[in-house]
């Protein structure tokens, strides 16, 4: 009846739109006084979930992110990506999905890259005759791939919480990621089919040549990333810094980012990261609670009463996490969530790499879907439409989103193949 009772508590904040973080944190506060438990419990366990290594890299993947952003890496790979692809009808369609994947390899934000690109793709779109839900809907849906492309942020904060390595979880989200591109591009392709008015842009060779000078050093920045995580020269964490101290360089050489910028560029940095370390801290004082109710222990119990099957426990996660995705952040959902589900999945031999990739992905696809989709109230905000147009667009590009995370459910081994032909 506790549990239940602190559960609805939350809910209802949550309704009422309170802050994630301040949603969990109230009534688990407020549990530990009614129980008589120290407040100073409570710092300990505030201290005890930021204090890890593995988390220090997710300030500094953050920085990466905001640096990539001002430096205006964004805009280079758009006038690239429309230098290849403009004369292919329905051109800009898969320039976004281009740009949004090229992009993702240096921001691990769906939300960050929804906004920065929106701005440039969808005016873009409507000038050459696409419908702006049409635009809204790929926009949308291509920001979905930076949270699952590493370097993610939801990955660092998974691996930390299950003790898995890091550069394996990147190297098993290179293929899903890549599969998720591909899927929208074949919707981009079916709905341009049926659009005879839409205006192709010009081809021009000089103009390939300039703009792959202008995007050659910013497509540096995944091989040094990613290439020394998985090479073995940096930790994630030593990664993250080296790929925020090159955006640093490139933005100084670019002359897009000046010192006196630099304020606004870390304050971005820490605000953001402050918002997902107090989601983290709350997030982790509420896991304490539920773990003292024995939550855990009742829920593995019902799960393993109702199947031993780790196919049929994948699909209930999968299931599981589109629902939470859709009204909690995908950090406290992952926070609360990873210490319950990984000795159930640990019992049925479900490899902890599928299973935190499925995971991502499946929350990810939250941000897309009412009644909380952080990426369709902020696709409303930027283009000033509203929520429910921004939805309408991307129904159609939810499905090969959902068909990837069945492919990560029946064929495992379709995300642990690279990890293990590393040796990782």
Same mark, same amino acid.
């Given at each position: ?7 609805? *508590? ?19 506060? @407020?549990?530990?006084? %009614?129980? !008589? ?11 005890? +979930?930021?204090? +890890?290594?593995?988390?220090?890299? &997710? ?8 640096? @990539? ?29 281009? &740009? ?7 921001? !691990? ?6 906004? @920065? ?17 049409? !635009? ?49 591009? &074949?919707? #981009? ?45 940096? *930790? ?6 080296? !790929?925020?101290?090159?955006? %640093? ?17 870390? @304050?971005?940095? #820490? ?42 426990? %994948? ?17 406290? &959902?992952?926070?609360?969530? #990873? ?22 992905? +499946? ?31 991307? %129904? ?29």
């Amino acid at each position: 009846m506790t549990v239940v009772l602190l559960l609805v *508590t939350i809910g209802a904040l949550l309704l009422l739109r309170v802050p994630v973080a301040f949603a969990f944190l109230g009534p688990a506060l @407020a549990y530990l006084v %009614l129980t !008589g438990a120290s407040l100073g419990l409570a710092m300990r366990l505030v201290t005890n +979930s930021t204090a +890890s290594f593995p988390l220090l890299a &997710v300030p500094l993947f953050v920085l990466l992110g905001v640096m @990539a952003n001002r430096a205006g890496i964004a805009d280079r790979l758009f006038d690239f990506a429309l230098a290849l692809f403009g004369r292919v009808r329905g051109g800009l369609g898969y320039v976004t999905v281009g &740009v949004s994947l090229g992009f993702s390899w240096m921001s !691990g934000s769906a939300v960050a890259d929804a906004a @920065a690109l929106s701005k440039v793709e969808i005016p873009a779109m409507i000038r050459n005759g696409y419908e702006r839900t049409f !635009g809204l809907g790929v926009v949308g849906s291509s920001a979905l791939i930076a949270p699952v492309m590493p370097p993610s942020i939801p990955a660092v904060i998974y691996a930390g919480l299950a003790a898995v390595s890091t550069g394996a979880l990147f190297a098993a989200s290179v293929a899903p990621a890549l599969l998720m591109a591909l899927g929208l591009c &074949v919707v #981009v392709f079916f709905w341009v089919r049926r659009q005879p008015e839409i205006v192709h842009t010009g081809f021009s060779w000089s103009k390939l040549a300039e703009t792959s000078k202008r995007v050659a050093a910013p497509l540096l920045a995944p091989v040094i990333i990613l290439g020394g995580i998985l090479g073995g020269l940096f *930790t994630p964490t030593e990664a993250a810094a080296v !790929g925020a101290f090159y955006m %640093l360089v490139l933005g100084f050489a670019y002359r897009t980012l000046k010192l006196r910028d630099l304020p606004g560029v870390f @304050a971005e940095a #820490v605000m953001t990261t402050a918002a997902i370390m107090l989601i983290v801290s709350s997030a982790s004082i509420l896991g304490y609670v539920l773990s003292r109710e024995r939550v855990p222990q009742e829920l593995s119990e019902l799960v393993l009463g109702f199947t031993e099957n780790a196919t049929v426990f %994948l699909l209930l996660v999968a299931l599981l996490m589109l629902v939470l995705g859709t009204v909690v952040d995908a950090t406290a &959902v992952l926070v609360l969530v #990873v210490p319950i589900l990984m000795p159930i999945a640990m019992r049925l031999e479900v490899d902890p790499i599928v299973l935190g990739v499925l995971m991502i992905l +499946s929350l990810m696809i939250g941000l897309l879907t009412p009644p909380v989709g952080t990426v369709l109230y902020v696709l409303s905000s930027v283009m000033d439409v509203p929520v429910g147009e921004v939805f309408k667009g991307s %129904l159609p590009f939810l499905v090969p989103l959902v068909l990837v995370c069945l492919l990560i459910i029946f064929v495992p081994e379709f995300v642990t193949w690279l990890p293990n032909q590393l040796g990782l």
